[in-house]
């Protein structure tokens, strides 16, 4: 019924919001809907009419905003703590390089630098086989490679180990 006593063409009831249709009633259903929307479920807002409540769309388009920043950050602090595990690593075996050549060169006597067993004559490495490849490859395209040293030889005979051709630069 309108103010005039005649009947509305359109008649429409207005409910009282209660747990059902409003879950901003109350401080808990409020957090559990804001946790929906977190998850992709806007169906907490689905009672409002977004043409209707700009303020609504204003409220979604920040809290998304904000949100990706946030994981954003996250995502870029976790990242920053593992290189700064890698560099901390690497700064150590740095280190502890430095502490043996100052050890060997000012704290060693002569006759102890000649020890064989401390000492080597030859030091024997693993390396893999098709990253050596690779990285003489790279090397050999950038021009680096025949540069006039006194291991000749010895590049020659590890190319020939790899199986790797001089005259060929590329692939």
């Known amino acids: 019924m309108l103010e005039n006593g005649t009947m509305d063409p359109n008649p429409y009831m207005i409910q009282t919001p209660n747990e059902n249709t409003n879950m901003f009633i109350s401080y808990k259903t409020a957090l559990f809907a804001m946790y929906q929307f977190l998850t992709g479920d806007s169906s907490a807002l689905s009672n409002w009419s977004y ?4 303020s609504i769309v204003i409220l979604i388009v920040l809290f998304s905003l904000l949100i990706v920043v946030y994981f954003m950050n996250l995502f870029i602090g976790l990242l920053n703590m593992a290189i700064d595990k890698v560099n901390d690593r690497i700064s150590y075996l740095t280190h502890k390089a430095e502490l043996l050549a100052e050890i060997e060169l000012f704290y060693l006597l002569p006759h102890h630098r000649r020890w064989k067993p401390w000492f080597p004559d030859m030091i024997y490495y693993y390396a893999n086989t098709d990253k050596a490849r690779e990285e003489i490859k790279i090397l050999i395209n950038k021009g680096q490679w025949k540069t006039p ?8 005979k590890l190319l020939n180990v790899l199986n790797i051709d001089l005259d060929v630069k590329k692939d």
Do not use: A, F
Request: no cysteine; net charge positive; proline share 8%.
């Open 51 to 54: 043409l209707n409540n700009p």
């Open 149 to 156: 040293s006194k291991d000749h030889k010895m590049k020659r």
